[in-house]
């Protein structure tokens, strides 16, 4: 379990101190395992790709938020959405959410695998049928799902439509028109929550794995995507 020996590098030192008087004790290895392997809370089950902190300062959970993307330059608003969802409807769900895009859009493709690097790694590929966009994502499932160095985003051509699969494994929607959206998640059984607060917003970890960044390199290229 490599990442959970990085995550104890970070973590956990021998020059640590002892915690103050009333401070949660650190877990030991068995016990952050058992945390780390744990997917379900309640009726949400996470993928591969996250995990939240042992602290659980979020706890996972199945709902959407409304929300507004404000341009840090141009101060310009544009309404969004962010959803978290299941891992059993979670790729379904995403495919479903790019109907309202259209018949043709652009995608960019994140990697974070390189560790020496600190910004994520884009490629992209403009002007792609729908149908065949779809068709080339089945074939990698497991790698969107799983991988929590990877995310999409696909977007219409012209307009600012924007359908991201981010790499907490959360859907996020910016659209100047929100209701195609949520029409789509309340028909998968997603509620909004006005005050939801998701895994990102809280201490978590991400997973990965070797296998990922070539299946990620494969997935480029049956794109065409730089």
Known sequence: MRFLDDYLEAYQSP???????GA???PDRETLEEHLARRRYGRFTLTEAI???WQLDV???????????????????????IAS????KLFETFLYLLEPIGERCDIVLETSHERKSRQPKEFVREGIDRMVLESILWDFEELLLDD??????VMHPELQIEVQL????????????RAPFEKI???QGIECHRSMRFISQGEHLHTSHTKYARRFADLTTRFGAC
Request: charged content about 25%; glycine content about 4%; hydrophobic content about 35%.
């Open 185 to 187: 998640l309340r028909e």
């Open 51 to 53: 995990r939240p902190s």
């Open 24 to 26: 949660i004790a650190r």
């Open 15 to 21: 020059s640590d101190s002892a915690a103050p008087e």
């Open 166 to 177: 981010d790499e907490h494994k959360l859907l996020i929607v910016y659209a100047a028109f």
């Open 59 to 81: 706890i996972p959970q199945a709902g959407y938020r409304l929300d507004t993307y404000v341009d840090p330059r141009s101060g310009t608003r544009l309404p969004a959405l």
């Open 85 to 88: 969802v299941s891992s059993e």
């Open 148 to 153: 929590g160095c990877t995310s999409i985003a």
